[in-house]
């Protein structure tokens, strides 16, 4: 058996050099899809998660404040928490350092009481006081006493060649400072976070540093008793005064995981279309391996081997290919991931959370995944066409007879099978998300999808009976042979251009929504932004973290002769729920004057709004309003330090700048419950007739070297919407083309078989007549028509799944609102490419067709 | 009450060594390392030190220098005493209270900026059980945590507290898990300021002194928990209060320091250096203080100290002379000095790191001819590698 595998299938293989490469090329690109997801979702969560995990050490538990950290003052309230163990109060935050000419990196930041936190953490002293010894508490503290002191790690300063005693320039918050390296950590405890993008400093340095004088991020426990964490949770958790919670440290990471969820969910529902577009690939190939051997197959059967033996054969091919392909998908993926992790970092840091621009080693899980996809779905392609191979009598085998079904035949479940998976489509799109996430929404694009594939030959059908007239004026006898060709080949066509159309209909649907959600947000920007200026500390925003303006910039701004107004802004986000939503605070009275948010409800927003003002009322997102099912009238809890206070929701306006949700409210309301609000942003007004690039520059001026702070003009700020949300899509766009290119792949093996089966009829046209050129034109029109025919379904089914992207999946897993917009120009542009790059697939099938050999043929005729 | 120190003695008493040795590390590393750069204030800061310096003259007033002096750089305040429960079983205690300043005026306004540093540590004898236990805490001020006031003396760590009552009487509160002290302290005799005109100088240069005072003979009653048993108790206790900036001597190694409370009323504090080279110290000193409050300096080359049995620690491998014999000739006085438990070592690896032995000893002995029995407490430094090492940089 090992060796007629090894003449009858490897030998083979070897010799179809280039259908073996695009075969597994096809698996590899699938698998590789999948597993550069994963890897990217992972990569995202990872970071963040390793690094909580990292930092937190060994604390037990966390004690949190409702708002912006907890008051310090607090700190004497929660004195009876000693019972339990130590505690530590603690600063965190992300902070840029500068590491060469306009580079940055950004570091997390722990600000402790070293006194009491190393029981907390490993702080291992690289080469304290020149000695290979770790230095006493004291000593530890004398190192962070000056405000300008940090402790850096060793991995980060032997990466940057810094060293004790260098200075470095920083950016917390908005302001930008020459700090002095006063120690190295080694690479244990928390200093393994982030890569060694760690930092330590004393608490009291952290909190001018970030702006956070009075105020402490939480307080972490120790438990003197390990074992009783359950319950000194419980215990605690009672105890608690108004305001303030406990919570385990991997909270926080499960909280971000939420907040993610969606987004990944929607990374990993694409991917799996390049997958399924791969496995038509494997189909092909394995078909074409059968056909092409159809002869030696027979002799085989004729020499006494089994039909079983057959289909071992064939499915050992697969298998075969199929290690190869996962395998170099695998390694493929982890390419792809590093484009990947690239791709959507700048969609993940701005809409979510900073992360590590790296993606994770291969793990085992990782080939777990790729193998455990890939294996049996290639199985599965190459079943089919390998159980047709067994079953062919060995006569007809030799005589080539083995062509299954080569006549369509328009049965009604070619009709009635696409209009049942329509109608259940129409029902899994009226269903509510599972879990906040769109899985009914997937699942009704997947029935349009399949519903599209099934309808395929009967499209196939219909138009080759109505093409042959055109085909003939247009292309001459060429047309009328290739449509001929193609009719006469239905049920071995149907798979590719089905293959083909599905991963169009994906690509148009996902354009339509893009467009729709662009222009969408470009008319939101418009209508909304009417600030000169916007501005924000320029150190990245953290969802954990708190990044605020300093006092001093904000009254540099404020002294701003052409400055009419400043409407403060401040926003963190908050428990809700499971997860996190953004609290936002500006003025209301000039948001009303000078801004202009659109309102979903009531009718007059304005007033609604207005309304708030004084009351312990709140205007809600949209995405708020739909994701906590909650409208105008109805009140939310909130978890303020004043205890647990409702708040009724007196608007519902339009918001597409995040999608966990955004609750508003005004500054006076806010600082009843939260105390005075420092802000985050600032949209600057100016006076009539002022110049707003030259407010900008002289800001820009006056903040000098010694601040880092962001200014966008009303222009510019729209590009950075813009900029952010064309990243966003980028990742979508390039699983797209992947997804095609598989796909037109599909369609040249396709041709390949469809070739490799009719040579004899080739031959004979030849023999008729036809030069090398025709049958050459003939094959390529063949490609141009399924590439042609494929576009065409998937332009409809793509208006389709557009509807369910847009009106179910987005406001599902985003909720917002799209309004409906054609890309005419977009369309109309990837069908023509579509249509030369399939023709141009045909080539080589073209190539081939011409050389057939004339002999052999003859003799058999 | 108020005392004018008036007698030209130089006292360098050992208790203030002590100290010192304890809070070299902090003195030295916070002394020695190079003052940041602080570009707005880089020529101030070099030029002068902030901390005010223990010059003569200094005028005690009770109970106000009771409180804290923020404006020195070094503060602590020391309990120690010996106590019985009412079924006889005996314990000793230590509490003692430091306070060492780091920077004079922050710029950074948060309030964890560390203006002073509080350490205290903790340690309860329990002499029949012969069981040794201590703790101990190390804190800035923060949001209240630890401190000391400057007005109605208040000093305290966290939960642990030592405090006036308006009646006089010293209040200490100290509980760790399965050890502490709830104890009222009477002021007993008078306060004795050691030094000339409230000024005990610690060498050449002027300032490089303290102001000091004992309470040698404290009736105390009260409660300790030992085991997590909370017992009643009464004995005696003893309060050291130091202020100053400055008190380091070089080619030290360590001393031995006790103070001694005999039955007939007389108290006594006695200590020696050890000195790298072996040779007498003539700064080791002691002072007698009658039943009546009246006091005596002892000078160097006027008492013995000498060593009979030692006792090896097991953690520190460090091995501490734990009994004595001490004379001072022109006083008729002979002692024998026995530790009550081998085992007093104080480990302070969580505040200041520095290892000794302070505890309870039980005395022996004769006073002008009669028989005397006593209690006191016996500290001992420089003997763990560590403390060594520190003293020596």
Redesign the interface.
């Known amino acids: 058996m090992i060796r007629l595998f090894r003449q009858f299938i490897l030998r083979h293989l070897g010799k179809e050099k280039i259908r073996t490469f695009v075969t597994v090329l096809g698996i590899a690109l699938g698998i590789a899809v999948v597993v550069a997801i994963q890897m990217t979702n992972s990569s995202s969560l990872r970071g963040f998660e390793k690094a909580i995990e990292t930092v937190s050490g060994k604390t037990s538990l966390e004690i949190t404040g409702s708002g912006t950290g907890l008051d310090?003052?607090r700190?004497?309230e929660l004195?009876w928490l000693?019972q339990y163990g130590r505690i530590s109060?603690i600063i965190e935050g992300d902070a840029e350092i500068e590491t060469g000419d306009a580079l940055s990196e950004t570091l997390r930041v722990l600000g402790v009481?070293i006194?009491?936190d190393r029981s907390f953490r490993e702080y291992k002293i690289l080469e304290f006081a020149e000695q290979r010894r770790e230095p006493?508490?004291?000593?530890f503290?004398?190192l962070l006493?000056?405000?300008?002191?940090i402790i850096l790690t060793e991995r980060f300063a032997e990466r940057h060649s810094l060293k004790v005693g260098d200075q470095v320039l920083m950016t917390f918050s908005d302001r930008r400072e020459q700090y002095?390296i006063r120690g190295l950590l080694k690479n244990e405890g928390p200093a393994r976070a982030m890569d060694g993008n760690f930092a330590l400093m004393?608490?009291?340095?952290a909190?001018?540093a970030f702006n956070r004088?009075?105020r402490i991020d939480r307080v972490e426990l120790l438990l003197r008793d390990r074992g009783g964490l359950d319950e000194a949770e419980k215990a605690i958790g009672a105890k608690l005064p108004d305001g303030l919670s406990v919570q385990r440290p991997a909270r926080r990471g499960s909280q971000v995981e939420k907040m993610l969820e969606a987004f990944h969910f929607n990374l990993t529902a694409l991917s799996y279309i390049a997958l399924l577009v791969g496995l038509f690939l494997i189909y092909n190939t394995i078909s074409i391996s059968v056909i092409t051997r159809r002869e030696e197959n027979g002799t085989l059967r004729a020499l006494g081997v089994t039909g079983k033996q057959i289909l071992a054969l064939f499915l050992t091919e697969a298998s075969v290919l199929a290690v190869i392909g996962c395998t170099a998908g695998l390694l493929l993926g982890r390419l792809l991931a590093f484009g990947a992790v690239k791709l959507t970092s700048t969609t993940v840091n701005a809409l979510y959370i900073a992360t590590a621009a790296e993606p994770p080693p291969l793990e085992l899980k990782h080939a777990i995944i790729a193998f455990g996809i890939g294996l049996p779905l290639s199985l599965i392609a190459a079943a089919i066409p390998a159980l047709e191979a067994s079953g062919v009598s060995p006569t007809s085998a030799m005589r080539g007879n083995d062509r299954i079904e080569t006549r369509f035949r328009l049965r009604p479940h070619f009709l009635v099978l696409p209009a049942l998976l329509g109608l259940l489509a129409w029902w899994f799109s009226r269903l509510s998300p599972v879990n906040g996430l769109p899985a009914f929404g997937y699942a009704a694009a997947v029935s349009i999808v399949f519903g599209a594939a099934f309808m395929a030959p009967a499209v196939l059908f219909v138009l080759g009976r109505i093409g042959d007239k055109p085909l003939f004026r247009f292309f001459k006898i060429e047309g009328r042979l290739a449509n001929a060709n193609l009719s006469g080949a239905i049920p071995r066509i149907s798979i590719s251009v089905a293959a083909l159309a599905v991963s169009l209909s994906m690509m148009v649907a996902i354009a339509v929504m893009i467009g729709s959600f662009r222009q969408t947000v470009i008319y939101w920007v418009e209508q909304t932004l009417k600030a000169d200026l916007y501005m924000r500390p320029a150190t990245r925003n953290n969802v954990a973290d708190d990044i605020v303006f300093s006092p001093e910039a904000e009254r540099v701004v404020a002294a701003n002769p052409m400055v009419a107004a400043v409407d403060r802004f401040r926003n963190f986000d908050i428990s809700y729920g499971s997860g996190l939503v953004t609290l936002g605070t500006g003025e209301f009275d000039k948001q009303l004057r000078h801004g202009k948010l659109i309102f979903k409800a009531p009718a007059d927003g304005q007033q609604a709004m207005r309304s708030a003002i004084g009351q312990n009322a709140v205007i809600v997102s949209e995405s708020f309003s739909i994701r906590h099912a909650k409208s105008v009238g109805d009140t939310i809890m909130l978890d303020t330090p004043k205890g647990e206070t409702g708040f009724r929701i007196n608007a519902v306006y339009y918001d597409y700048s995040n999608d966990r949700g955004i609750v508003v409210m005004d500054r006076g309301t806010y600082v009843r419950y939260f105390g005075e609000p420092q802000a985050t942003s600032l949209s600057v007004y100016l006076k009539p007739g002022a110049d707003a690039d030259r407010v900008r520059d002289d800001l820009n001026k006056q903040f000098g070297s010694r601040f880092n702070i962001l200014i966008y003009t009303n222009t510019s700020i729209r590009q950075e919407v813009l900029r952010i949300f064309d990243s966003t899509f980028s990742i979508t766009y390039a699983l797209e083309v992947i997804a095609i290119f598989v796909a037109i792949l599909g369609v040249a093996s396709t041709l390949l078989t469809l070739i490799l089966e009719r040579s004899r009829e080739i031959n004979i046209l030849r023999l008729i007549g036809a030069d090398r050129r025709q049958v050459r034109k003939m094959v390529v029109i063949e490609a141009g028509l399924m590439g042609g025919v494929s576009q065409g379904i998937g332009l409809v089914i793509g208006l389709l799944l557009s509807l369910v992207l847009i009106y179910v999946i987005n406001v599902q897993s985003f909720g917002w609102t799209i309004q409906f917009h054609l890309p005419v120009g977009f369309l109309i542009q990837s069908s023509i490419l579509i249509l030369l790059a399939t023709a141009l697939s045909g080539l080589y099938p073209a190539r081939r067709a011409s050389k057939l050999h004339i002999s052999r043929q003859q003799e058999e005729e | 009450m108020s005392i004018m120190s008036n007698r030209t003695r130089s006292v360098l008493t050992g208790a203030m060594l002590m100290a010192s040795i304890i809070f070299i590390p902090l003195l030295t590393s916070i002394a020695m390392q190079p003052e940041p750069p602080r570009p707005d204030s880089r020529e101030e800061s070099s030029s002068a030190d902030p901390w005010r310096k223990a010059l003569p003259p200094y005028r005690f007033s009770f109970p106000a220098d009771h409180s804290s002096h923020p404006d020195y750089k070094i503060e602590w305040w020391y309990y120690t005493g010996n106590v019985t429960s009412g079924d006889g079983r005996r314990f000793g205690y230590q509490l003692t209270f430091f306070r060492v300043g780091v920077d004079f005026a922050p710029q950074n306004p948060s309030r964890w900026t560390v203006r002073d540093l509080y350490s205290t540590h903790l340690a309860v004898s329990d002499i029949d059980g012969g069981k040794f236990d201590n703790a101990e805490k190390i804190n800035r001020s923060g949001v209240g945590w630890a401190g000391a006031s400057t007005e109605n003396f208040r000093v305290w760590n966290e939960d642990w507290e030592a405090k006036l009552e308006r009646n006089g009487n010293h209040i200490l509160t100290a509980i760790d898990g399965e050890i502490g002290i709830e104890l009222e302290l009477e002021p007993g005799k008078p306060p004795i300021a050691h030094g000339d005109r409230g000024v005990s100088q610690k060498g050449s240069t002027p300032g490089n002194a303290s102001h000091y005072y004992s309470l040698t003979r404290m009736p105390t009653a009260g409660h300790l928990i030992v085991k997590g048993e909370r017992i009643k108790v009464s004995g005696l206790s003893w309060m050291d209060h130091e202020f100053g900036s400055s008190f380091l001597e070089k080619g030290q190694i360590g001393w031995d320091w006790m103070s001694l409370q005999l039955d007939d009323g007389t108290d006594l504090m006695i200590y020696r250096f050890r000195r790298q080279d072996g040779a007498l110290d003539p700064h080791s000193n002691g002072t007698i203080i009658n039943s009546d409050g009246r006091y005596f300096t002892i000078a160097f080359d006027r008492f013995e100290m000498e060593p009979i049995s030692t006792w090896r620690s097991k953690r520190t491998g460090a091995e501490y002379p734990v009994e004595w014999r001490v004379k001072v000739p022109d006083k008729g006085i002979e002692l024998t000095i026995k530790a009550a438990i081998s085992d007093q070592e104080m480990e302070t690896a969580e505040s200041t790191g520095v290892t000794y032995w302070e505890g309870s000893v039980e005395i022996e002995g004769i006073h002008r001819g009669r028989q005397v029995r006593g209690r006191g407490y016996l500290e001992m430094t420089g003997y763990a590698g560590a403390a060594m090492g520190v003293l020596s940089e």
Do not use: C, V, W, Y
Not at chain 1, 145 to 149: A, E, F, H, M, V
Not at chain 1, 202 to 205: G, K, L, M, V
């Open positions: 310090e003052m700190l004497n004195n000693r109060p009481d006194l009491r006493r508490p004291d000593e503290l004398t006493l000056d405000p300008r002191s002095r004393d608490i009291a340095a909190q001018q004088i009075g």
